[in-house]
């Protein structure tokens, strides 16, 4: 199996390449030049399953984008008092279930960056960033129905209705909304212009909870998650605890 592309901080200097002193450091880059339609699939991936995977690859490919980034919450706003797996273990799941698709990449941006790993903050960051290259690069953030039912409470959701179109996938028992609905749960200034996608991808009846649910009980989540994935759940011992956890969305 091939390696993940995994879009890491570019900023540091060549070996042995001159600085001038004083200077301040070169940008991170965290999406190549050449890629212009990318798509943003944000979450906590405690753990990655393959219901993520499928969304992705549908939306990929029914928008025609060079990628999807999979971002991973370094602090989930929402789980702050939660037992939420370590950013860097959660991390490593996902770049070895992405490992054999080159339509994907792992993006650390929200590891990188201290603080409650806001949507907003990270969109507004890669919206920068494409600026610096002069790069005319479509945003599209991909979100299930059921979780934009929470987005009018969002941090900010203001800012992340300007960076970038939500796409809307349906979830098991959440299918497509109408754009009456969408418009209600909308904050009030954004009533008027919801830009809203959909892509009626498989619906998978996989979720994170359920995979630590039937981890800690013992159980078998062979098939609901990457082979890969699988053994790192068994190498680190992890979700061994039964204590209940919140999956809201940030």
Same mark, same amino acid.
């Given at each position: 199996m091939?390696r993940?592309? &995994?879009?890491?901080?570019?900023?540091?200097?060549? @070996?042995?390449?001159?600085?001038?002193?004083?200077?301040? +450091?070169?940008?991170t %880059?965290?999406?190549?030049?050449?890629l212009? !339609?990318?798509? $943003?699939?944000?979450?906590?991936?405690?753990?990655i *399953?393959?219901? *993520?995977?499928?969304i992705?690859?549908?939306?990929?490919?029914?928008?025609?984008?060079?990628?999807?980034?999979?971002?991973?919450?370094?602090?989930?706003? *929402?789980?702050?008092? =939660?037992d939420? %797996?370590?950013?860097?273990?959660?991390a490593e799941?996902?770049?070895?279930?992405?490992?054999?698709?080159p339509?994907?990449?792992?993006?650390?941006?929200?590891?990188?960056?201290?603080?409650?790993?806001?949507?907003a903050? &990270?969109l507004?960051?890669?919206?920068?960033e494409?600026? !610096?290259?002069?790069?005319?690069?479509?945003?599209y953030?991909?979100?299930?129905? =059921?979780?934009?039912?929470?987005?009018?409470?969002? *941090?900010?959701?203001?800012?992340?209705?300007?960076?970038?179109?939500?796409?809307?996938? @349906?979830?098991?028992?959440? +299918?497509? +909304?109408?754009?009456?609905? $969408?418009?209600?749960?909308?904050?009030?200034?954004?009533?008027? &212009?919801?830009?809203?996608?959909?892509?009626?991808?498989?619906?998978?009846?996989?979720?994170?909870?359920? $995979?630590?649910?039937?981890?800690?009980?013992?159980?078998?989540?062979?098939?609901?998650? @990457?082979?890969?994935?699988?053994? &790192? $759940?068994?190498?680190?011992?992890?979700?061994?605890?039964?204590?209940?956890?919140?999956?809201?969305?940030?």
């Amino acid at each position: 199996m091939g390696r993940p592309l &995994t879009i890491e901080p570019t900023g540091a200097p060549e @070996p042995g390449a001159a600085r001038e002193p004083g200077a301040a +450091p070169e940008p991170t %880059t965290w999406i190549d030049p050449g890629l212009t !339609r990318v798509g $943003i699939l944000g979450g906590t991936f405690d753990p990655i *399953h393959y219901g *993520h995977l499928a969304i992705a690859e549908e939306v990929a490919e029914a928008l025609s984008l060079d990628r999807v980034l999979f971002v991973p919450a370094a602090n989930p706003p *929402h789980k702050l008092e =939660d037992d939420v %797996t370590p950013a860097e273990v959660r991390a490593e799941m996902v770049e070895l279930a992405i490992a054999d698709n080159p339509k994907f990449g792992l993006c650390r941006i929200e590891l990188e960056r201290p603080g409650p790993s806001y949507t907003a903050d &990270t969109l507004d960051a890669l919206a920068d960033e494409a600026a !610096r290259q002069r790069v005319a690069r479509s945003l599209y953030f991909l979100l299930s129905a =059921d979780a934009f039912a929470g987005f009018a409470g969002w *941090h900010d959701p203001t800012r992340v209705r300007a960076r970038a179109p939500l796409v809307l996938v @349906p979830r098991p028992g959440a +299918p497509l +909304p109408s754009m009456a609905w $969408i418009a209600a749960r909308l904050p009030p200034n954004l009533e008027s &212009t919801p830009e809203v996608q959909f892509v009626d991808t498989v619906s998978l009846a996989t979720s994170s909870t359920q $995979i630590r649910e039937r981890a800690a009980a013992g159980r078998s989540i062979r098939y609901l998650v @990457p082979p890969e994935v699988e053994a &790192t $759940i068994r190498e680190h011992r992890l979700y061994r605890s039964t204590k209940p956890r919140k999956d809201r969305v940030k």
